[in-house]
């Protein structure tokens, strides 16, 4: 669903030298779309008051992928 190409790589675990050349090869990391609704739809639920707004929301998971 999700092209490897849609976001640019993180190499998280590469280890480089003084002189910026890599010593230890790392892993690609990419970031993977928002997908998890839950905010929008608590949200979404019930018309709010400007008096409520903003709203502090926590959901939790992980939105990486690698």
Do not use: W
Not at 12 to 25: I, R, S
Not at 36 to 54: A, D, K, Q, T, V
Not at 61 to 66: K, S
Request: hydrophobic share 30%; net charge negative; charged share 25%.
């Amino acid at each position: 669903y999700y092209a490897d190409t849609m976001f640019p790589p993180m190499l998280a675990d590469e280890e480089t030298d003084a002189e910026g050349n890599v010593t230890k090869a790392g892993q690609e990391y990419y970031l993977k779309a928002m997908n998890c609704p839950m905010h929008n739809l608590i949200f979404r639920s019930r018309g709010r008051s400007y008096r409520e707004l903003p709203l502090r929301l926590v959901e939790m998971g992980h939105d990486y992928r690698y």
